[in-house]
């Protein structure tokens, strides 16, 4: 596992979030709360091994999958959380990897669907 990676993986979020923002508000004009499936990090063929639980989206925020895959498609790490100003991204490239972000708040828990 290449720790470097995920210790930047917070500045990649950030950066994502300040992106998304202003599509976050066509997506989603709702004022209802939803619950989340919570996991900071998951291995593929693993359970969640960090971070394992439930938040709360408010309304400005979605219930969001990460998901990091290497350069061959193959999946790396998965990650659930509520995101404020969440949008749908698919294939950043991020050094040798691609990250791709799906959100939901059709109902609670959507994220465990995604």
């Not at 990650?79 to 949008?87: Q, T, V």
């Not at 708040?105 to 994220?111: P, W």
Request: glycine share 8%.
């Amino acid at each position: 596992m290449d720790k470097s990676l995920l210790l930047e993986l917070p500045i990649l979020l950030c950066c994502f979030r300040a992106v998304s923002g202003s599509l976050f508000k066509r997506k989603f004009a709702v004022t209802e709360i939803v619950q989340c499936r919570m996991c900071h990090l998951q291995f593929p063929g693993e359970n969640c091994s960090r971070g394992r639980g439930i938040c709360t989206a408010g309304t400005e925020e979605a219930c969001m999958v990460g998901r990091i895959s290497k350069r061959d498609g193959s999946p790396w790490l998965t990650f659930k959380d509520c995101l404020k100003n969440c949008a749908d991204v698919k294939g950043i490239k991020w050094s040798v990897y691609f990250v791709s972000f799906s959100c939901c708040r059709s109902h609670d828990l959507c994220n465990e669907d995604l």
